[in-house]
């Protein structure tokens, strides 16, 4: 008997407070990174260019993340 391949249920990316990452589109400013400020069903993100403040649902967010800039304090060391 041969076993089923095992499926990996995907849970949420992990993110953490004042990571600052960058976006597939790039904010209005010119801008292009942003810092997380607040975490939960809606992630909270401040441009580094202009200071604007937006909340984008996590999954929108999970989805558009191109690569992170830094980490935040409380992101374990790598």
């Known amino acids: 008997m ?3 391949p095992q499926t990996r249920t995907k849970g949420p990316m992990t993110l953490y407070l004042d990571d600052v990452v960058v976006l597939r589109k790039p904010h209005p400013c010119g801008g292009d990174s942003w810092r997380i400020v607040r975490l ?7 441009c580094t260019t202009c200071s604007h403040r937006v909340l984008v649902p996590r999954a929108a967010v999970e989805r558009d993340i191109k690569r992170f800039v830094e980490r935040g304090p409380l992101a374990p060391a790598q």
């Open 40 to 46: 939960g069903a809606d992630i909270g993100l401040r």
């Open 2 to 4: 041969s076993e089923a």
